[in-house]
């Protein structure tokens, strides 16, 4: 039996991803270049059931989305770099408060409000730093209209299982490029929901870690009664300031994903066998990439590329190895060089990190990155 199939926008193309991965609750504010993610969920969520709401500003909208992951539902909101700015006081209360969530967040110019029709690849850090305070972060980097849904469904279950707020952050090109879509049919894709207690709602405290670095997460409404604060807390969730049990909850709260580094972070690797030059990149840029390592293939340039899928965690492990292989990085992105001081963090001095950045709305083309491969001796 032939798959549904459709030509979708990649912003489209992640409200889909969103429904397929059991989205019921979305809340957010219209901005330039997010937009038709509500757009489509005003219209499909009301079909299977799930609420939509258009909140009076970004940080209601963030509010909105914790509220709803409380009372049981998987929520989401989709917003652009000032509306992300606004929610960073609620993620940082998403990820003390271990509230599973999603932000589909699209890339464009900066700071402010920059160029607001404009691609951008420089919310990078943002994601992992915005928030004050030390914290994990989970965040995807989408190259095409189909990973747009792909990557969409993979951050639901990555919010669910490790209990936090997972980005999904797609530059403004492949958040409004059109591409042919192929629609995994139900159960073709994994679906995670998070764990439930099981133990009497007498017995139960949101943070119990005997149950694991994650605990068990029980709806609001469902018979439980739990505390929920932005403050360090004890496993009932009430606040606490003892000073080891605040050190050990701040850095079981980072445990639960560096722990499983392995199995969050994903990547692509392409002609990496032989090379000697290798592009590290990411987004709408990777493919620029490709097909400047396919034309330097022709010319007889040893040269592959790294495409970062999880830019957090970052693909330490992974760079640190080509890293004793090769002549050099190169490190394409659209912002003044955010991922090219993780490259020359991981490459350790051994191999130089050569850099092409733009900041003026416009992407970065194959010819610069072929030229930038001569460079290397």
């Known amino acids: 039996m032939a798959k549904k199939v459709a030509f979708l926008q990649g912003n489209e193309a992640a409200a889909h991803g969103a429904l397929y991965a059991g989205c019921r609750f979305f809340a957010g504010y219209p901005i ?21 709401i258009q909140m009076e500003d970004e940080i209601a909208a963030m509010a909105a989305v914790i509220g709803g992951a409380l009372g049981g539902a998987k929520t989401l909101t989709a917003t652009s770099g000032p509306g992300l700015s606004l929610k960073q006081e609620l993620i940082g209360y998403a990820c003390i408060a271990e509230i599973p969530c999603v932000i589909y967040n699209v890339m464009r110019g900066g700071p402010s409000t920059g160029m607001p029709t404009g691609p951008s690849q420089s919310d990078i850090m943002c994601a ?41 952050m797609p530059d403004e090109i492949v958040g409004h490029m059109r591409e042919r879509i192929e629609f995994p049919e139900p159960g073709e894709m994994e679906v995670l929901d998070r764990i439930k207690p099981t133990v009497p709602p007498e017995q139960y405290k949101p943070y119990d870690t005997q149950f694991g670095d994650v605990p068990p997460l029980a709806s609001f409404g469902s018979g439980y009664k739990f505390h929920v604060t932005g403050l360090n807390k004890l496993p009932d969730g009430f606040p606490t300031t003892k000073a080891d049990y605040v050190q050990a909850e701040e850095e079981r709260q980072i445990r639960k994903v560096m722990a499983d580094v392995d199995n969050i972070v994903d990547f692509e690797e392409y002609l990496l066998d032989d090379a000697e030059i290798v592009v590290v990149a990411f987004g709408s840029t990777s493919r620029s990439a490709r097909f400047a390592v396919n034309e330097a293939r022709k010319q007889g340039i040893k040269v592959g590329m790294f495409r970062i899928k999880t830019v957090w965690p970052f693909p330490d492990k992974q ?46 083309n194959p010819g610069q990155i072929l030229d930038k491969m001569k460079e290397v001796k």
């Open 319 to 364: 760079i640190k190895a080509l890293a004793g292989k090769v002549k050099a990085f190169i490190t394409p992105e659209m912002n003044l060089g955010m991922c090219t001081i993780e490259v020359e963090r991981c490459a350790e001095g051994k191999a130089p990190v050569l850099g092409i950045f733009r900041v003026d709305g416009e992407p970065i």
């Open 128 to 168: 992992r730093w915005g928030t004050h305070g030390d914290h994990a972060t989970i965040a995807l980097l989408p190259a095409s209209v189909q990973e747009c849904f792909e990557m969409t469904v993979q951050a639901f279950n990555l919010a669910e299982k490790y209990r936090l707020p997972v980005f999904v």
């Open 32 to 52: 330039t270049p997010s937009t038709e993610v509500a757009e489509v969920l005003s219209n499909e969520l009301p079909k299977v059931g799930g609420k939509f």
